[in-house]
């Protein structure tokens, strides 16, 4: 035998008994009934991956130290409090996934750097104060994952052949100089802040004092930074032209600066500066773009993003959006809870858009926005939703499904809701809409 997957099953103890020399793929994932691991685990000489996530053990056995060969371990969401010495040395792991282990609090020991062949190292979620300054000499590591480790407060030098990084805790002070890590590919930093805190409180260090340099960092290709307590983003941003995804939470960022010429997709989430959002039509690749809590009364330049595919936009603070008409190669538009918004152009010459949604926009006429829309179903696959204005003020709605082998229906309370499947049109309208189809 060399698998053994017993995902999900009500076993209270590891079947190592018999004949499992040869075993070399052991996964127990989701046996929650699993509180303990028998030393006889050793003893496994042909394992090159075991997985042990979601189970409810504490600790790792010594004698795990043992598995010579294995390569892969995963522990994520146990109940594990410390990564034991014997982890060290694991001379092949290639792969240690520790995600959500919520009671791992104790320190990262310095011989980490034994895992000579390391590639993937994961500890988000977890209570970690810190890492090594050897973990440096991890050369092969590729993939960092830190995320909402919060208790995490320095960073040290990091390998250089990292190609993702990600990173965020709310007590952090300092991160090393990451421009240094020039084959990084990914990027996500975040600050762990929850609440809209004043620029002026603590800042991270490097990243708060403006003193990142994001130029030398040619191979990153997607870039999210979710940082509340700065007011300018790290300098040489437009410089990365491989960058084709960038997402930024900042909202006290004082202005938006230039931005990569090459990007497919922008998201951009509680951009609160007074300057407003500028022209960003030079962006000729753009293809999914979204706003989500930004004080933007105007999206400059919006008819000229040629590429775009997908519009998202939500509480913002916009009037109209009449340039939508010129986007003809758009399929899906997103409105919600702009409660400004006053209308919403003709969409019918829009012939690529097969998704719309949009509700929480009270000011939008009723019956002109429905009609527009309802010029756009075509005999194949549509969907429209729109939320009654007479229900816009009212908390986001409930809704139940119903399906069928012939079609689909859904009913909205307070929407429309409008699907063609197999050029049979399946239609809900409550809150008074009538029209004759």
């Known amino acids: 035998m060399r698998v ?9 103890n590891l079947p190592l008994s018999g004949k499992l020399e040869a075993l070399q793929h052991l996964s127990v994932n989701h046996c929650r ?18 997985d042990l996530s979601s189970t409810l053990i504490v600790e790792l ?20 409090r410390e990564l034991p010495c014997a982890i060290w040395t694991l001379k092949r792991l290639e792969e240690l996934h520790a995600s959500k282990c919520r009671n791992l609090d104790g320190e990262i020991s310095e011989d980490i750097k034994k895992l000579s062949a390391l590639r ?38 990091l390998p250089s052949n990292l190609k993702s990084l990600s990173l965020s805790s709310k007590l952090i002070d300092t991160i090393s100089d990451i421009s240094t890590l020039d084959k990084l590919e990914e990027l996500f930093l975040a600050d ?24 030398s960092l040619s191979d990153l290709k997607i870039l999210q930074l979710s940082l509340l307590k700065i007011q300018l983003l790290p300098v040489g941003l437009h410089l990365l032209c491989k960058l084709t995804k960038l997402s930024l939470c ?31 039509s030079y962006l000729e690749l753009l293809s999914e773009f979204e706003l989500s809590d930004c004080a933007v009364t105007e999206v400059a330049g919006l008819g000229e993003f040629k590429s775009l595919r997908v519009f998202r936009i939500s509480h913002c603070d916009l009037q109209q959006l009449d340039e939508l008409t010129n986007l003809i190669f758009l399929a899906s538009l997103n409105v919600s809870y702009c409660r400004s918004l006053e209308r919403l152009p003709d969409l019918s010459k829009l012939k690529k858009l097969k998704d719309i949604k949009i509700m929480g926009c009270p000011k939008i006429p009723d019956f002109e926005s429905l009609h527009s829309l309802l010029n756009l179903l075509e005999p194949s696959s549509s969907i429209i939703e729109v939320e009654s204005s007479s229900e816009a003020e009212s908390s986001e709605p409930a809704y139940t499904e119903h399906s069928s082998f012939e ?25 008074g809409f009538n029209f004759e189809m």
């Not at 053994?4 to 209270?12: F, V, W």
């Not at 762990?192 to 130029?215: A, K, T």
């Not at 909202?251 to 500066?273: A, D, E, R």
Request: charged share 20%.
């Open 33 to 50: 009934s699993i509180l303990k691991l028998p030393l006889s685990l050793g003893t496994l000489a042909s394992l090159i991956e075991l």
């Open 120 to 157: 993937v190292l994961r500890l988000g979620y977890s209570r970690i104060p810190g890492l090594p300054d050897t973990i440096s000499e991890l050369t092969n590591l590729q993939k960092l994952d830190l995320r909402h480790c919060d208790e995490l407060r320095k960073v040290p030098n």
């Open 4 to 12: 053994l997957a017993l995902h999900g099953t009500k076993i209270t």
């Open 61 to 80: 056995p010594s004698t795990i130290n043992e598995l010579y060969l294995l390569r892969v371990l995963k522990i994520d969401l146990t109940f594990v």
């Open 192 to 215: 762990g802040s929850e609440e809209q805190g004043s620029p002026f409180e603590r800042q991270i260090e490097v990243i708060g004092c403006f003193n990142l340099w994001l130029g």
């Open 250 to 280: 900042c909202i006290h960022l004082k202005k938006l600066p230039k931005l990569p010429p090459g990007l497919f997709t922008l998201s951009l989430h509680q951009y609160k500066s007074g300057t407003g959002l500028p022209d960003l």
């Open 407 to 431: 079609g689909a229906e859904r009913n909205y309370e307070g929407m429309l809701y409008i699907e063609i499947v197999k050029s049979e049109l399946f239609y809900k309208i409550k809150h």
